[in-house]
Structures are given as structure tokens and as C-alpha cells.
């Protein structure tokens, strides 16, 4: 029996940015470590887990950071749906002090500075959570 609560390693299994993605696309992760009860395995590394978007803000002007966050949903153990919970948020650097320089310095020019967008390459760590009490058997 996994328990709810347990700890689930996964890892980004694509590039995600705040530039490109939009709210609600799917996202994929890789399993990566084998999960275990005990000593026994009951999913191997590298199974997939899925989740989607749930804000992408590209980042604007005035040094207004971008803005990226993503729902974990379940991870696929065979027919069987681990439900998992969690959630990565990340927010860009604010580049508003250099901004503000900027304009002092160069007038409106500097308003044309932006902030930093998003940038989650594939293989970026990320710890999830059984969200409810599943039985598994032994992985083969």
C-alpha cells in the first residue's frame, strides 16, 4: 500500500518557458526514482507522470517579471492512476530596479527593458506527493 503523503521524486521530462506555454497545456514528467513500499519497488524509474499549466504570464515591460506554474496531476503505474499533489510555481527575476535606472538615465527609452521570463529545462527536479492511499503490486 503507498501511502498519501509519500514522497514522489519526478523531473521536468521537457523544456517548459513562461514565453511559450499557455494556460492549461499538458505537461510531462519522468518518474526519477524508483518508487518503493518497504523494499519493494512498486514503479520504476523513468514511468510517467502528467500534469498542465495552470498560469504562463510572459514577462512584460517595466522590468515585470514572467510568471509559470504548473499542476501535477497523477503518475501512470500501469492501468493505475497515482494521484499525486504539489504544485512548482516560479516567478522570473523582477528587473523593476534596473528599470527604473534606466528611465532616469535614458528617459523613456529604458521603459523598453523587460523582466525575465520563465525557463524550466527538461531533467529540473521536483518533489510531489501521493495525494490518496493507492495498492500497488511489485513492479516486474
Not at 507522470?49 to 500501469?78: C, I
Not at 527609452?109 to 518533489?127: E, F, V
Request: aromatic fraction near 4%; hydrophobic fraction near 40%.
Amino acid at each position: 500500500m503507498l501511502k498519501e503523503g509519500e514522497d514522489v521524486p519526478l523531473t521536468f521530462a521537457q523544456d517548459l518557458s513562461s514565453k511559450t506555454a499557455a494556460e492549461g497545456d499538458p505537461v510531462a514528467f519522468s518518474l526519477a526514482e524508483d518508487l518503493k513500499v518497504g523494499n519493494v519497488v512498486v514503479a520504476k524509474a523513468g514511468i510517467h507522470a502528467f500534469g498542465e499549466v495552470t498560469n504562463a504570464k510572459k514577462a512584460g515591460m517595466m522590468g515585470k517579471p514572467g510568471d509559470l506554474s504548473v499542476r501535477l496531476d497523477y503518475l501512470k503505474v500501469g492501468d493505475t492512476k497515482i494521484h499525486l499533489r504539489g504544485t512548482k510555481g516560479k516567478e522570473g527575476n523582477s528587473a523593476t530596479t534596473s528599470t527604473v535606472a534606466l528611465t532616469v538615465l535614458f528617459g523613456p527609452i529604458g521603459l523598453i527593458k523587460h523582466g525575465h521570463d520563465i525557463d524550466i529545462k527538461q531533467g529540473t527536479a521536483l518533489k510531489a506527493y501521493v495525494s490518496d492511499d493507492v495498492a500497488l503490486p511489485p513492479a516486474p
